[in-house]
């Protein structure tokens, strides 16, 4: 498990590039029809996770218009390495409104079911933002995440619109697969962890980081896992 001082060391570390990359995406979102599904903290996390490990490979599994993508771009950009993001997706949205000057050299998108691969090896963080279905969830963890690396970090949307996932759904077998392997997770979503996010919602106001970029979600619902 990722503990929350060590987020907020990576918070206070990255601040100026994370600054940055909030005005970009905000003036990306001014230009393109991105429809964002990423809250603000949860998309900074992501970004924060990738600055961190500085993984070679991405990997996100389900892309919508591209605003979790983008991120996770500039994340890769901002490295200044050669990693390289793989996305995978059922419509190919994001083609069309990811910047070329971003995702040159760093970008290889897949339209189609991730589940008919062929998925990169060892990628060193995954995003899944796609089919919301416990039976989805079975097969990304069982597939996917069993195979991943020790030091890997995982991303899943859609978990915590409430306290906790309803008990037949993705989030219930994600949070089970994570107890069966003695694996923590983080959370800044108000319903299921309120001190978290408040902790980081002060910090963000402390680094000037609070300024929301975009208010077409809300709630945090992200888990985040490090493996």
């Given amino acids: 498990m990722l503990p929350l001082d060590t ?10 590039d994370l600054r940055t990359a909030r005005d970009e995406q905000r003036e990306l979102l001014a ?9 603000d903290v949860e998309a900074e996390i992501s970004y924060l996770t990738i600055r961190a490990l500085r993984p070679g490979t991405v990997l996100e599994i389900g892309s919508a218009r591209g605003w979790s993508t983008t991120w996770l771009l500039r994340a ?38 991730a589940r008919r691969g062929p998925l990169p090896d060892d990628p060193g963080f995954v995003l899944v933002d796609a089919a919301h279905t416990a039976r989805f969830a079975r097969w990304y963890t069982t597939e996917l995440f069993e195979r991943l690396r020790p030091g890997a970090a995982v991303a899943v949307h859609d978990v915590f619109h409430g306290r906790r996932p309803w008990p037949v759904s993705e989030g219930a077998v994600v949070l089970g697969w994570l107890r069966r392997h003695g694996i923590g997770h983080l959370t800044a979503s108000p319903a299921a962890d309120p001190d978290t996010h ?27 896992a490090y493996l």
């Fill in 76 to 113: 890769l950009r901002d490295n200044d390495t050669a990693g390289v993001l793989h996305t995978f997706d059922l419509t190919g949205d994001a083609e069309q409104t990811v910047p070329a000057a971003l995702s040159a050299g760093r970008w290889r998108f897949t339209r189609g079911d």
């Fill in 31 to 39: 230009q393109r029809p991105m429809r964002p599904r990423l809250d």
């Fill in 198 to 224: 408040d902790r980081l919602v002060g910090l963000k106001q402390k680094l000037r980081l609070a300024a929301p970029v975009h208010a077409t979600a809300s709630g945090n619902p992200m888990l985040f």
């Fill in 7 to 16: 987020l907020i060391s990576w918070y206070r570390t990255y601040a100026d």
